[in-house]
């Protein structure tokens, strides 16, 4: 578990979207961001204030978060002296690079003689179970997408965001390490060794208050060859009792297979469905998420209303609409 | 790779069943096995001439299996003192225990004073890609099952047997531990980490000549919720232009599942093949393997007989028929 609150490393940016855990933590824990650091050139603002260690250490930040995606995954020395500077301050440090600063050897040195902690996220670091398949008590939801990267965390973050202005008992179960370093804990599924991802999911919702939901983050999707095996185990470690279909309606063919089309919602409905009820014969489809970002406002709500007659669920977009109808029929679970 | 030939090792098995990884390679590539080497009191045998370190060394062994899974995980003393001797006569070691041969302090030295190879085939020393999906020359068989532990292994093995029997070309591709001790290689698919599961299974079969055929070791089934992720990618990964649903009749619930019932073979055919059919939309399932060594011939005879009518596909036993009818519906394929 990573210590909160964070300061958010920008570092050099070279655009926005390079800082998106940076802006995944602002948009989703805004109270876990003290402030903002940023080196000459950044291209990022997360509109916090600008602060020096020394500002967010007095402010309480605990960890700095790398918050920016860096080029060609290499550490580099102008971030290093930000970084060991931040351990000398006494923050511990939190990444989701595929390049780990507990490699970094300047790094490792100074957090052993200052006694701080190295977060990768990307790196599990239990020993997860193999999952024994018992029913566990309280409620699972899960988001299963036609595709990767169609929404699937922004839709779950979006329904705790509701149904915690409802007073709804609810925790987002992050499963990838954007999720894991908004949230500060989670497990890092991509990660984790073949025998115990099932387990692992298991783990991460465990036995809780009857009225209880577990927003499970999704990991890849059913009909990606590359990672469908993920999907699997977070659809019978789950045990999920709702399942939201994610979409995005404008994507030619699976994300990095160019020779695999999407498949449709009703294929994606039957056959998440089917693998749910070999763990939970209750579960149910409540709702379907689709990302319009990439169509006008009108063929937006045009395409919803025709999901939403085709397959008799409600459909929104929850970046443009809230997750309000989802949560909605959530509650009727 | 490990290299071949072997000398068993078959230490103080407590019981025949004990050392069903020597049992494997004695029954599937009896010319990898030069002898066998029985310390006092062991109760296996199999049949193959007690060798001396010396005398396997001069029949030209060149690796010491370990083919017996001992009491408790524990690396004996009484085994150290045989293992560390074959070090020094410089033969490498190979082991599918849990507990590592390259963790034991006394083996790792002596192996590197004498520059042999400890293969602790549990662990993967591939760094396997993420799946791309795309097609690959050559064809492929994978058994598929309704639970755990039904024959699987076996199944591919005989098949691929009889086939070299009729000259076809063809690979038993291993994808577990007993597998590869057999064979020499292959994945050891569970302890592959979560990303590259498709992967491995892809890079075990590449492209191949048209007529060759893969017969791939399969692993859990999609209805086990503690392993289906494995299934799910050695189906994907694998992209098999035929399926063997392999089946258990006598089993009472899922293996160390109290609570969860076995499939039909029809549930698991409709499954399977609707999956097999994202990667590859050709796959067709061509037979049905199942394990009658709990039942009488006559029962045995009337169970397959129930199933060849009832889903119209070839059904044996590969253990008291032979694998001749499965081979016979994958040379139509």
């Given amino acids: 578990m990573i210590q909160t609150p964070y300061l958010l490393f920008l570092g050099d940016a070279p655009d926005p979207l390079s800082a998106k855990v940076a802006q995944g933590i602002r948009d989703w824990r805004?109270?876990?961001?003290?402030?903002?650091?940023?080196?000459?050139?950044?291209?990022?603002?997360?509109?916090?204030?600008?602060?020096?260690?020394?500002?967010?250490?007095?402010?309480?930040?605990?960890?700095?978060?790398v918050g920016v995606a860096n080029r060609g995954g290499v550490i580099s020395p102008a971030w290093?002296?930000?970084?060991?500077?931040?351990?000398?301050?006494?923050?511990?440090?939190?990444?989701?690079?595929?390049?780990l600063l507990r490699d970094e050897e300047d790094l490792a040195a100074v957090a052993r003689a200052?006694?701080?902690?190295?977060?990768?996220?990307?790196?599990?670091?239990?020993?997860?179970?193999?999952?024994?398949?018992?029913?566990?008590?309280?409620k699972r939801c899960l988001a299963v997408g036609t595709d990767c990267s169609v929404g699937k965390m922004y839709t779950a973050l979006a329904m705790e965001r509701e149904m915690r202005e409802r007073g709804m008992k609810t925790t987002f179960r992050a499963t990838g390490q954007t999720g894991i370093l908004i949230t500060g804990e989670g497990v890092p599924l991509d990660a984790v060794i073949a025998d115990f991802m099932a387990g692992s999911v298991e783990w991460l919702t465990p036995d809780n208050d009857p009225d209880h939901w577990d927003l499970i983050e999704g990991q890849g999707s059913l009909f990606h060859v590359s990672y469908?095996?993920?999907?699997?185990?977070?659809?019978?470690?789950?045990?999920?009792?709702?399942?939201?279909?994610?979409?995005?309606?404008?994507?030619e063919h699976m994300r990095g297979l160019p020779e695999y089309s999407l498949p449709s919602l009703e294929a994606l409905r039957d056959l998440a469905l089917q693998l749910a009820h070999?763990?939970?014969?209750?579960?149910?489809?409540?709702?379907?998420?689709?990302?319009?970002?990439?169509?006008?406002?009108?063929?937006?709500?045009?395409?919803?209303?025709?999901?939403?007659?085709?397959?008799?669920?409600?459909?929104?977009?929850?970046?443009?609409?809230?997750?309000g109808p989802l949560v909605d029929a959530l509650e009727k679970v």
């Fill in 228 to 251: 469908s095996g993920v999907t699997m185990a977070l659809i019978h470690g789950g045990q999920p009792d709702a399942l939201i279909l994610c979409h995005e309606p404008t994507r």
């Fill in 80 to 99: 290093k002296k930000v970084l060991v500077a931040a351990l000398e301050e006494g923050f511990d440090l939190a990444s989701g690079l595929h390049n």
């Fill in 114 to 138: 200052t006694g701080r902690t190295l977060h990768d996220v990307r790196v599990p670091t239990v020993r997860y179970p193999i999952a024994d398949g018992r029913p566990r008590a309280g």
């Fill in 30 to 65: 805004p109270e876990f961001a003290v402030g903002q650091l940023r080196m000459e050139g950044c291209k990022a603002d997360m509109g916090l204030p600008d602060m020096t260690l020394e500002q967010a250490k007095a402010a309480g930040a605990r960890t700095l978060v």
């Fill in 278 to 323: 070999v763990a939970n014969t209750g579960c149910k489809v409540v709702g379907v998420s689709v990302n319009t970002a990439a169509m006008a406002e009108d063929a937006a709500d045009a395409y919803l209303r025709e999901v939403e007659s085709r397959l008799g669920l409600p459909a929104v977009d929850p970046f443009r609409h809230g997750a």
